[in-house]
């Protein structure tokens, strides 16, 4: 008769047990569990001597075998776990900083809270203006190929317009093929898109958004900058339509005593085209250093969408006609609250940020 090699199983698993409970780290574990439950452990040898058992009595001393080492595991797993918050309770009374010597007078009380930008609070009023008008709000990528930029835009490569705009190119694809985008007008070529795809005309919508030029910083540029540009595409369209949407504009966001004009100007994606422009609301009208005492402000352009805008797009001119306009959130956020430099916006002074929370 063969001795069962299981037969010290019972204390073997007490003596494991027992083990385990005493481990007091996490290193002291990984360095335990190769003869716990690893090649060398007194359960991989118990399973090595099953061989030498009849087939019958081999199937029960496996599954004894296995429920055992099941067990096992699972009290090595828990004492992982224990180990584990237990190391990590002790980093953190380790981190922990005793603040019992600080003067309770040099914290500011109550703590301050972050808020929006005022860029971003004014694009928000602008929205709601806007859609009160009957807009709609979208959005476009910033980085843009050439043909959704200038080419879509009535701006062919080496067309002497594209030089007004001081333009940042992208190393991607072919050379001067990327830019950021130096407008947000490449927005209305996705909607237009989009509209004719779809079948969606008219289009009433607003599209604000970063933008990007090479400009030098002074009190009314900066190179990074925020627009909003608007387009209408309807039946029976006119410059008349485009003149009365500025006007609501003005006098909806800066209130009735400021003023509007607009003045003939060149854009090659609209025509006719025109600048607008409201009264300087730093000197009110008087002339000062932001308005180059002119005593009038540029807000942007505007104009009647050219037809070869329209056509490529695919949409038929001789049907629906346009306009569009885009102006600087930046400038708007200046122009409202007073601020004479409109570097202020990023220079990150607590002082000037702070007056708008």
Request: a negative charge.
């Amino acid at each position: 008769m063969t001795t069962s090699p299981l037969g010290n199983l019972h204390k073997e698993i007490a003596q494991l047990q027992a083990t385990i409970e005493s481990l007091g780290s996490i290193d002291a574990l990984v360095e335990a569990e190769p003869f716990i439950t690893g090649k060398r452990s007194v359960l991989s040898t118990m399973q090595k001597s099953l061989g030498a058992l009849e087939p019958e009595a081999r199937r029960d001393a496996g599954a004894q075998l296995q429920a055992a080492r099941r067990q096992v595991e699972d009290w090595l797993a828990r004492r992982r776990e224990v180990l584990a918050g237990l190391a990590r309770s002790a980093q953190l009374e380790a981190d922990r900083l005793d603040l019992g010597d600080v003067v309770v007078s040099s914290v500011r009380w109550p703590a301050s809270t972050g808020h929006a930008s005022l860029v971003a609070s004014t694009q928000r009023e602008l929205e709601d203006v806007f859609v009160a008008m009957g807009f709609t709000v979208a959005d476009g990528p910033e980085v843009e190929s050439d043909w959704y930029n200038f080419e879509a835009l009535n701006m062919p490569p080496a067309h002497p317009a594209r030089g007004m705009w001081d333009t940042f190119y992208v190393e991607l694809g072919e050379p001067e093929t990327v830019v950021l985008r130096t407008h947000t007008s490449p927005t209305q070529i996705h909607l237009m898109e989009s509209a004719v795809k779809n079948s969606t005309l008219p289009i009433h919508s607003v599209m604000p958004g970063r933008c990007f030029r090479r400009d030098t910083p002074d009190a009314r540029h900066l190179a990074t900058f925020h627009q909003i540009e608007g387009l209408v595409v309807d039946r029976g369209i006119t410059f008349a339509d485009l003149a009365g949407v500025i006007e609501t504009f003005t006098r909806a966001y800066f209130g009735p005593d400021i003023s509007s004009r607009l003045r003939p100007a060149y854009f090659p994606f609209t025509e006719p085209s025109a600048e607008f422009e409201v009264t300087c609301t730093i000197c009110h009208g008087e002339g000062c250093r932001t308005c180059s005492h002119t005593g009038w402000i540029e807000l942007g352009g505007c104009g009647v969408l050219d037809p070869a805008v329209l056509s490529a797009v695919g949409i038929d001119g001789d049907v629906w006609s346009g306009f569009a306009f885009g102006f600087g959130i930046d400038r708007c956020a200046q122009m409202r609250h007073q601020i004479a430099d409109m570097r202020a916006l990023v220079e990150n002074d607590v002082r000037f940020l702070e007056q708008f929370s």
